[in-house]
């Protein structure tokens, strides 16, 4: 599992190298981001581990992989993690978008942390943006 995460790491597709250039080396308001992280039995995209926030980038192959995504982002969100998911079109062309709702569940981390098993966890919770306008500086 982990040469596979070493193998997609070396080979990201164009929006997950832009996602990266802005989530690594603390770049995004000093919130470590780790990319190609094995959380058995999955490899997401890009976490945070200090507030437990996952970020997915989707390219078409998951059109058809619906069901299996949304599984995956149950178990995810079972263990703790928030997952935010976003197309690849969406990265590439609204990157700050994606950017200011990636810095929006960095500071308002859901709270309470869901408890063990996933019981009264709302799912759709997860997923959600507060709407709330910030201020987010992308200057490297």
Known sequence: ?????RTLRSGMTDAERRLWYYLRARRLEGFKFRRQVVIEPYI???VCIDVKLIVEADGSQHCDRRDADEERTLYLERRGYRVLRFWNHEILNSTTD??????????DPLTPT???GGEGLDPGAANEFSGTARTLNLEP
């Open 1 to 5: 599992m982990r040469s596979l995460a």
């Open 44 to 46: 997401v995209d890009f």
């Open 98 to 107: 994606v950017l200011e709702h990636i810095h929006g569940a960095l500071i």
């Open 114 to 116: 869901p408890l063990p």
